[in-house]
Every structure is written in structure tokens, then in C-alpha cells.
């Protein structure tokens, strides 16, 4: 089952500008990773934030945790029409199994 | 980083045959592999989870006897859908996670494989 939503599920901007997508999830968490999936392909490992940081900086990326309010917010500066694609966080869960849970998703689309 | 392959990377078959998919890790030793199913403009879902030397672990709704599972060494495990019909027509992926010995991470790091695209005419 996935461990939480994200949103907004489709997103459409101009290139340039910034895009934010947010991820809520339901139990606690070792850390919680970002992945972009462009259309049919794999997935491309973005960022992973532990449940001890509150934020992390990737290049353009920018990665806020809540664990008070089990969210995570993914910030991508500048936005390039190649940063069009999916996006999706995923959750490494404190109990259970040690797959990754993964959001619902969201997708970005980048005007040029 | 560390690279998991699949293959085939796509696969077209016909409704009651079976396909088989590999996945290995290719440069570290993986203690445990997940395979994931993805539906058009879905997310991932875990499909099981498998582990080296042992059965594998099958999410809740998924049939073991449909798709089977096999982690004969540290690097590589295959997926086999049995009897495919069309509704088993999907992207899957697999991921790798290496073992806190493996040296790689101290955190559970996986890697993931390119996916799989299987359509089932």
C-alpha cells in the first residue's frame, strides 16, 4: 500500500520559475528520498533526507522534513524544461519491511 | 553509485505464456531484492520482497504462484509472471539494498533497476 499523498498530483509552470511538490506520509520514518521518473523510464535517485535533518540542499533541489507533521516538501529553483517529469517521494519506514513506501506522485510539467 | 541492471528492458508476449525477468546488481552484493509493479500514470507498489537463499515475501494481493521469485545468489534475482494475461501488463522494476556488510551505506540505500516494460497481447 502507499504510505501517503503527495501534491499537487500535476503541476504546470513556466520555465524559470519555481516548482514545490509536497508528500505526506503516515508512520514514522528512518529518512524519506525523492526520486524524478521521466516519462516509461527508470527511476533517478534525487535526494534522501534523514529523519534527524529538517532540511537538505541538492544543487537546485531543496528538501524540507516535518517528522511533528509527517510531510516532506521537494523545491525545485529555476526550473528547466528538462525538469519536466514525475516525481515521487518515498518513505524508509522505522518498522516492517525495508522497502521503500512510495508517494502517490506528482507531475511537473516545465513550459519552455 | 552502484548499478542494478534488468532485462529485458521491454517484452511483448502473448496471454497464457510466461516471461522471466532478471535483475542484478552488478558491482556490490545485495542481501535483499524488491520487485515493484508501476501502472500507467501510477506509483510504484511493492510487490515482494526477496531475500537470498530464502522464499520470498509477497505483498498483501499478490499471487505467489503467479509471479515467481527466485534470489539464487547475492546479485541477482529473477520474476517470473506465469500464465500472463493482459491486466499483468506493466512496468516492473526491481531495486537492490545491500546489506549494512556490503560497506556501501550505513542507511538503507537502494538502487534501482531501469524497469522492465512487459506487454501482454
Known amino acids: 500500500s502507499q504510505q501517503g499523498e503527495e501534491d499537487p498530483q500535476a503541476l504546470s509552470i513556466q520555465e524559470g520559475e519555481n516548482a514545490t511538490m509536497n508528500c505526506s506520509y503516515k508512520t514514522s520514518i528512518n529518512n524519506l528520498q525523492w526520486y524524478r521518473q521521466n516519462s516509461g523510464r527508470g527511476l533517478v535517485h534525487l535526494i534522501l533526507i534523514r529523519s534527524n535533518e529538517r532540511e537538505k540542499h541538492s544543487g537546485r533541489l531543496r528538501v524540507t522534513l516535518d517528522t511533528s507533521k509527517k510531510s516532506s516538501s521537494l523545491l525545485i529553483t529555476a526550473s528547466r524544461a528538462a525538469d519536466t517529469a514525475s516525481y515521487f517521494c518515498a518513505t524508509d519506514q522505522v518498522t516492517g519491511r525495508r522497502a521503500l513506501t512510495f508517494g502517490s506522485g506528482t507531475r511537473l510539467q516545465v513550459q519552455p | 553509485g552502484a548499478v542494478v541492471s534488468q532485462h529485458p528492458s521491454w517484452v511483448i508476449c502473448k496471454s497464457g505464456t510466461s516471461v522471466k525477468i532478471e535483475c542484478r546488481s552488478l558491482d556490490f552484493q545485495a542481501t535483499t531484492m524488491f520487485w515493484y509493479r508501476q501502472f500507467p500514470k501510477q506509483s510504484l507498489m511493492l510487490m515482494a520482497t526477496?531475500?537470498?537463499?530464502?522464499?520470498?515475501?509477497?505483498e498483501q494481493g499478490v499471487e505467489k504462484d503467479k509471479f515467481l521469485i527466485n534470489h539464487a545468489s547475492l546479485t541477482l534475482s529473477t520474476l517470473t509472471v506465469t500464465s500472463a494475461h493482459p491486466e499483468d501488463s506493466s512496468f516492473y522494476i526491481c531495486s537492490a539494498r545491500v546489506g549494512l556488510a556490503g560497506g556501501i551505506t550505513s542507511y538503507n540505500e537502494q538502487f534501482f533497476g531501469p524497469g522492465t516494460r512487459l506487454t501482454v497481447l
Open positions: 526477496s531475500n537470498e537463499g530464502s522464499k520470498a515475501t509477497y
